[in-house]
């Protein structure tokens, strides 16, 4: 493809180990793509993980840079822009009270029927992020270990996703990241997100270049490339910083 328009990331195990604060190597990378390209970050994480995980780590960037940044937390259920001052909400999706409460009950159930409820998690296993609600087998605060360990074929998830979503039909049910499933709208997954993206900044989809770390069919990143956007797999947030090593200087 030609130099993109645009470069959009995933962020956990994309660019930062999950739940971390990005390295300085990955904020300065950001900080020379800024430079050159928008840059967009989107992931299931919530906007508090955004702000701290990215937001707070580009310390060194001005108020122009981050006007080129495009942050969509919750897998694009909400999207936030740079108004010269701060992140500012453009647009979100909140699930209703109700929708929240079927799908906190549904997972609850469905993961202690399937013996998937973990007894001594790390932190808490449900989160309502708003516009999202997830599901984290080993709890919000699991190390990275545990949590590549627990479901490395992803069968685990699989069989939790397919018994929620046979109970919420009105709503999107997914996996998400190594031991998560979320729940948000019907039809609003990352390749929304992406193309809600295209509609507002009027950079097409064919423009852009996405990195992330789960792009095989079936993987929270799939519909993403699925709709055309030319992606790069990659594997952790080293191989991510090595391959804009080389991106760079195309651009």
């Not at 430079?35 to 508090?48: F, L």
């Not at 500012?88 to 202690?112: I, M």
């Not at 409820?117 to 087998?137: C, K, M, N, V």
């Not at 990352?190 to 079936?218: C, N, S, V, W």
Request: aromatic share 6%; glycine share 8%.
């Amino acid at each position: 493809m030609t130099a993109p328009s645009l470069v959009a990331f995933d962020l956990d195990d994309t660019l930062a180990t999950s739940k971390a604060a990005i390295t300085p190597r990955i904020a300065a990378l950001l900080q020379a793509l800024l430079h050159r390209v928008d840059v967009a970050i989107i992931s299931g994480g919530n906007e508090t993980q955004f702000r701290t995980q990215v937001i707070a780590q580009l310390t060194d960037a001005d108020a122009t840079a981050l006007g080129r940044l495009h942050l969509l937390p919750t897998c694009g259920t909400r999207y936030l822009r740079h108004d010269g001052t701060e992140f500012a909400t453009v647009y979100a999706h909140d699930l209703t009270d109700d929708e929240k409460y079927a799908a906190l009950t549904a997972l609850r159930e469905e993961a202690e029927r399937l013996e998937l409820w973990e007894a001594e998690p790390w932190g808490e296993i449900l989160e309502d992020r708003g516009s999202q609600i997830t599901f984290s087998a080993l709890g919000q605060r699991a190390p990275s270990d545990a949590k590549h360990a627990w479901d490395p074929a992803g069968a685990k998830r699989a069989a939790l996703r397919d018994a929620v979503a046979a109970r919420l039909p009105g709503l999107e049910v997914r996996s998400g990241g190594s031991t998560s499933i979320d729940i948000t709208r019907a039809g609003i997954d990352k390749a929304f997100g992406m193309t809600r993206l295209a509609d507002l900044t009027g950079i097409p989809l064919t423009d852009m270049l996405f990195f992330g770390d789960r792009l095989d069919e079936g993987g929270n990143d799939y519909p993403v490339l699925a709709i055309g956007v030319p992606s790069v797999a990659v594997d952790g947030w080293e191989d991510t910083a090595d391959k804009l090593d080389a991106l760079l200087p195309t651009l």
